[in-house]
T-cell receptor, first 111, second 112 residues
Framework: QKEVEQNSGPLSVPEGAIASLNCTYS??????FFWYRQYSGKSPELIMF????GDKEDGRFTAQLNKASQYVSLLIRDSQPSDSATYLC???????????FGRGTSLIVHP | EAGVTQSPTHLIKTRGQQVTLRCSPI?????VYWYQQALGLGLQFLLW???????NRGNFPPRFSGRQFPNYSSELNVNALELEDSALYLC???????????FGSGTRLTVV
């Protein structure tokens, strides 16, 4: 059973701070890692993907992957109230085209 | 470029009835995926269609079925509706299998 674990939160951070969202996975054969943002009442939106160990930056977002420790993180710099949403981690193994989703972490950015 | 479109937006059905949900992927995307998102539960994978064929199926009973048409649009059918089927049903598409998804806005199904 492939598992993807996320702290449900809520994670509350002040505006302008760095929000750090973490995701651990059980399958060592995992190859592709995705972060989706889901606003309340809306559908998920892909914001980052990472395949290789290390960091990947896109604007205020940085994805960090550590395959040895089996975790992937999403850092949001200069957090804004508009970043308040649930962030879903999805992990895809090499032997499957279908990712396993975590249950998501709720992020609240307060002014 | 139009995104993934789903219809209808909302639906209320009675237990035991049947429902059909529809999805059109992004132009050029041949893979279509269906997910169920029930309250308090994560995204649960239902079905994957690619090039008109069912490629993978999640851990759902056979009363959940679907198909993909030659234009790559897709239908999800749910027979003998149960109260627990109340959820947001999301369709997604990707350019290549295994790529990140673009989700549609979903169909909110309520079974009473």
């Amino acid at each position: 059973q492939k598992e993807v674990e996320q702290n449900s939160g809520p994670l509350s951070v002040p505006e302008g701070a760095i929000a750090s969202l973490n995701c651990t996975y059980s399958d060592r054969g995992s190859q592709s890692f995705f972060w989706y943002r889901q606003y309340s009442g809306k559908s998920p939106e892909l914001i980052m993907f990472i395949y290789s160990n290390g960091d990947k930056e896109d604007g205020r977002f940085t994805a960090q992957l550590n395959k040895a420790s089996q975790y992937v993180s999403l850092l949001i710099r200069d957090s804004q109230p508009s970043d308040s949403a649930t962030y879903l981690c999805a992990v895809r193994s090499g032997g499957s085209y279908i990712p396993t989703f975590g249950r998501g972490t709720s992020l609240i950015v307060h002014p | 470029e139009a995104g993934v479109t789903q219809s209808p937006t909302h639906l209320i059905k009675t237990r035991g009835q049947q429902v059909t949900l529809r999805c059109s992927p992004i132009s050029g995307h041949t893979s279509v995926y269906w997910y169920q998102q029930a309250l308090g539960l994560g995204l649960q994978f239902l079905l994957w269609y690619d090039e008109g064929e069912e490629r993978n199926r999640g851990n759902f009973p056979p009363r959940f079925s679907g198909r993909q048409f030659p234009n790559y649009s897709s239908e999800l059918n749910v027979n003998a509706l149960e109260l627990e089927d109340s959820a947001l049903y999301l369709c997604a598409s990707s350019l290549e299998p295994g790529d990140g998804y673009t989700f549609g806005s979903g169909t909110r199904l309520t079974v009473v």
